[in-house]
């Protein structure tokens, strides 16, 4: 999409939040990737991110007349992002315990069968392991170590204190160490 003023944006929300098709389509196609990106950063699974930015446009969509403008339009969809994240990993955290399985996404493409086999591995444990982490460590941890978000960048999407993103990561790192059976190195 084209670069567009900051006056023809606002134009395109007002006509969006009027629930003009043309405007949410165009809305859609500016932030379906960044949403997509975000949802796979999250999840880890390939497999389920059409579903989620599908359920993020339509509660955006629907809320978006009561869209107040108070924050940046990126922000109010990465918060809808997460919600809608929160309740995916809730109800894998459900399935989980009724199947006693995780899902997990494709695996990156490495050199050897056994690499191949040894990363899913590490993928599952991990993705296994942030499934336990409270909703508000395995967001900061996401934000911070998966997606490389600067302090101040998380602290801006997650609507928190840089001081408790910071906390929030540690404390899901110390976690995850746990989870995981690693030892934190003194220092890091």
């Known amino acids: 999409m084209a670069r567009v003023t900051e006056a023809e944006a606002t134009a395109l929300l007002a006509a969006a939040q009027r629930g003009e098709p043309a405007a949410q389509s165009a809305l859609y196609r500016a932030h379906r990737d960044d949403i997509a990106r ?4 999250m999840t880890g699974n390939a497999s389920i991110v059409d579903d989620l930015v599908q359920e993020v446009f339509i509660a955006a969509f629907g809320a978006l007349p009561g869209f107040r403008r108070d924050a940046q339009l990126e922000t109010w969809l990465y918060r809808i992002t997460i919600n809608k994240v929160r309740n995916w990993w809730d109800s894998q955290r459900r399935r989980q315990r009724r199947e006693d ?4 996404g494709p695996a990156d493409p490495v050199s050897t069968p056994e690499e191949e086999a040894t990363a899913h591995e590490h993928r599952r444990r991990l993705y296994a392991a942030l499934a ?3 909703h508000k460590y395995r967001e900061a941890f996401t934000a ?3 997606e490389n978000l600067s302090l101040q960048e998380a602290s801006d999407r997650l609507g928190v204190p840089v001081s408790t993103v910071s906390y ?3 404390k899901a790192e110390e976690q995850l160490c746990s989870l995981l ?3 934190k190195e003194a220092g890091s």
Do not use: M
């Not at 975000?38 to 950063?41: G, I, K, M, S, T």
């Not at 399985?101 to 997990?104: G, R």
């Open 38 to 41: 975000q949802v796979l950063r």
């Open 168 to 170: 929030r990561t540690r």
């Open 181 to 183: 059976g690693l030892t």
């Open 101 to 104: 399985q995780v899902a997990i």
């Open 144 to 146: 911070r170590a998966i």
């Open 132 to 134: 336990e982490l409270p």
